[in-house]
T-cell receptor
């Protein structure tokens, strides 16, 4: 039978507005964090990463903020476009430099044209 | 660069049969690859770490005799689901990283397994 999955948190944003996707991580020893974008039926796509010695990093239209005090990570997408519609996962590296990462639960971003 | 491929992209099999999924790093060498499973509307769950030339390391709760992993070369890892059952139906995704230059993992496109 069909498995019952979790209901993903959904963020609906008007095209052209900025999006902010939040993530709480669990391990205070994590020193490397990554945001991935996953479109339906595809593998995760790397967006941006940040190390624990930084609190902000900017890419093209994206910014990641890290607050180690409260173990919080956010992804900001500027001028959101329909092509940004996807599920976004944060991931943390809990073994520093070994590449093994743990994924968060994910947030579905819906861009309204 | 940093492209990871998987084959097949979709597979449907009968209960009790075995299915092999290939993961290849196309333009880099990967001493370590990772295998994940993802159920609908859920996150990726790490199943095992595949090490070139040695045995895979399995996460707690993952049966190593059911999910056979072989990392035969620096560009190829295979996952074989043995005696598949309907509950093994899932989206299987592999990843690999370029070492030592980066810790970033690059993911394959995934394989949709449906067991009838």
């Amino acid at each position: 039978g069909e498995s019952v999955g979790l209901h993903l948190p959904t963020l609906s944003v008007q095209e052209g507005d900025n999006s902010i996707i939040n993530c709480a991580y669990s391990n205070s020893a994590s020193d490397y964090f990554i945001w991935y974008k996953q479109e339906s039926g595809k593998g995760p796509q790397f967006i941006i990463d940040i190390r624990s010695n930084m609190d902000k990093r900017q890419g093209q239209r994206v910014t990641v903020l890290l607050n180690k005090t409260v173990k919080h990570l956010s992804l900001q997408i500027a001028a959101t476009q329909p092509g940004d519609s996807a599920v976004y996962f944060c991931a943390e590296n809990v073994e520093g430099g070994y590449q093994k990462v743990t994924f968060g639960t994910g947030t579905k971003l819906q861009v309204i044209p | 660069g940093a492209v990871v491929s998987q084959h097949p992209s979709r597979v449907i099999c009968k209960s009790g049969t075995s299915v092999k999924i290939e993961c290849r790093s196309l333009d880099f060498q990967a001493t370590t690859m990772f295998w994940y499973r993802q159920f609908p509307k859920q996150s990726l769950m790490l199943m095992a770490t595949s090490n070139e030339g040695s045995k895979a390391t399995y996460e707690q709760g993952v049966e190593k005799d059911k999910f056979l992993i072989n990392h035969a070369s620096l560009t190829l890892s295979t996952l074989t689901v043995t005696s598949a059952h309907p509950e093994d139906s899932s989206f299987y995704i592999c990843s690999a990283g370029i070492r030592p230059s980066t810790d970033t993992q690059y993911f394959g496109p995934g394989t949709r397994l449906t067991v009838l």
